[in-house]
């Protein structure tokens, strides 16, 4: 992938006096990109591989060569072509060529949580960074891992590819404690335990499903 170094722009939590002139919405081969896909016919992937100096970081903040990539509507095209592995490992895959990049975390970040309806019934949706919201449920299950050290919680929601090795954003603290706060009002609320009795896991449910919020 040909790329011009990408400049701190809007998104980077720079002030706007600090944003350098405006240029150019970024590399070359953008066209190919846009159109990205997958072969989809059996034919063998002849596209080479590369390594991106390109990062994620855990704050879901986009690194090009150690500097942040600013411009929001680049990000987003590269999140498009955003793919992981049966081994774990993140690539960025176009028509073209695929390249391998590093996630310090998840891809993405939950920043806003949004609930229609009440109990059982309801609907938990969340908004990441770059503005994609998606609604818990079946296809969008939410996990939290427990930190085997320091027994610190890092929650996530599913966001696309298959369950278990897709993409997926971790909730950001003020998210979390908020969806923790349903969990402790609802308490119990889990199948088969009477709503408000204390005698289930915390949880939340979303779209008909329950989803734990401690450790099993």
Do not use: C
Not at 90 to 96: D, E, F, G, R, V
Not at 152 to 178: C, K, Q, T
Not at 184 to 204: F, I, M, N, S, Y
């Amino acid at each position: 992938m040909t790329e011009s170094k990408p400049d701190a722009g809007p998104g980077t939590g720079q002030d706007a006096a600090d944003k350098p002139a405006t240029a150019p919405e970024g590399p070359a081969d953008l066209a190919g990109l846009r159109a990205a896909r997958g072969t989809g016919d059996g034919a063998p992937d002849t596209r080479p591989d590369e390594g991106y100096d390109i990062r994620i970081a855990r704050d879901g903040t986009w690194f090009y060569h150690g500097s942040p990539i600013g411009r929001l509507p680049l990000v987003k095209l590269f999140s498009t072509v955003l793919r992981r592995d049966d081994a774990g490992d993140y690539w960025l895959i176009t028509p073209a060529e695929r390249g391998r990049i590093r996630v310090d975390d998840a891809p993405f970040v939950a920043v806003e949580m949004r609930r229609e309806g009440e109990g059982r019934g309801q609907a938990l949706s969340f908004r990441t960074n770059l503005d994609h919201w998606v609604t818990a449920g079946a296809e969008h299950p939410i996990r939290v891992a427990i930190d085997p050290a320091t027994g610190e919680p890092s929650p996530y929601i599913h966001v696309r590819g298959d369950i278990g090795r897709g993409l997926e954003a971790r909730l950001n603290r003020p998210v979390f404690y908020e969806l923790a706060d349903m969990a402790l009002a609802a308490e119990g609320a889990a199948e088969g335990a009477e709503e408000g009795t204390g005698g289930g896991p915390a949880g939340v449910w979303s779209q008909g499903v329950f989803f734990r919020l401690e450790a099993a």
